[in-house]
Structures are given as structure tokens and as C-alpha cells.
């Protein structure tokens, strides 16, 4: 969880609004919060032989979180000394993504 959260906030710089862990399902909560726009993000975790602790597969249930950056070159290169290089490109002419992957392996498209 610490590593997730340091990865949207230091990262894709939202704000760690809150974190607590819920006894009902024996896992934790961190509440994340974007300036611009104020899209929330809710990061949850249930530790290893939790019933709610599932490996991510890629293509099943979330397939990915986009956000939006000033200058994609620059994050590019923000991530990748952060330890988080670019795992795809796409350029279709009129517009240009790309994608890394967070502490979880989920894909994070990035655009400007």
C-alpha cells in the first residue's frame, strides 16, 4: 500500500486524503484525490490468504487508469528514474499515449 500511494502522489501528484483499515473485510483503504478535475481514487488491499485478496490479471476486471499530463516526454522520464519505464507507445498521427505500470502491474495510460 505505501508504495501505491507513493506512486500516485509523488507520481501523477494527487493527494493521500485518508487511509484506514476495515475490520469487516480484514483489509485497508487509502482515499487519493486529484486537484485539477477531483477524481477520486480508492486504493484497497487485503493481505495474502485474505477471501478478498485476488491477483491482478491484465484483461480481467480493470483494464487500466488514464491521466492526463502537461508534457509526455517529461513524465515519461519522471517514471522511468522513478523505476517505472514505459511499457507501450501509440501514436495514431493526431494523438500520442503511452503506458507504465504501477507497484501492482496495472497499466497506467498517460496522455497530454
Same mark, same amino acid.
Given at each position: 500500500?505505501?508504495?501505491?500511494?507513493?506512486? #500516485?502522489?509523488?507520481?501523477?501528484?494527487?493527494?493521500?486524503?485518508?487511509?484506514?483499515?476495515?475490520?469487516?473485510?480484514? @483489509?485497508?483503504?487509502?482515499?487519493?484525490?486529484?486537484?485539477?478535475?477531483?477524481?477520486?481514487?480508492?486504493?484497497? #488491499? #487485503?493481505?495474502?490468504?485474505?477471501?478478498?485478496?485476488?491477483?491482478?490479471?491484465?484483461?480481467?476486471?480493470?483494464?487500466?487508469?488514464?491521466?492526463?499530463?502537461?508534457?509526455?516526454?517529461?513524465?515519461l522520464v519522471k517514471f522511468a528514474v522513478a @523505476?517505472?519505464?514505459?511499457?507501450l507507445e501509440i501514436n495514431s498521427g493526431t494523438?500520442?499515449?503511452? #503506458?507504465?505500470?504501477?507497484?501492482n502491474g496495472i497499466y497506467i495510460e498517460l496522455?497530454?
Open positions: 500500500m505505501d508504495e501505491s500511494i507513493k506512486f #500516485y502522489t509523488e507520481l501523477l501528484g494527487m493527494k493521500a486524503r485518508g487511509r484506514h483499515k476495515i475490520d469487516a473485510s480484514g @483489509g485497508e483503504v487509502a482515499s487519493l484525490k486529484s486537484d485539477e478535475g477531483g477524481q477520486e481514487l480508492e486504493l484497497n #488491499y #487485503y493481505p495474502e490468504g485474505n477471501k478478498f485478496a485476488e491477483e491482478y490479471q491484465v484483461g480481467e476486471g480493470l483494464d487500466h487508469l488514464a491521466f492526463q499530463v502537461e508534457n509526455l516526454d517529461e513524465a @523505476g517505472y519505464p514505459m511499457t494523438s500520442r499515449w503511452a #503506458y507504465v505500470k504501477d507497484p496522455f497530454a
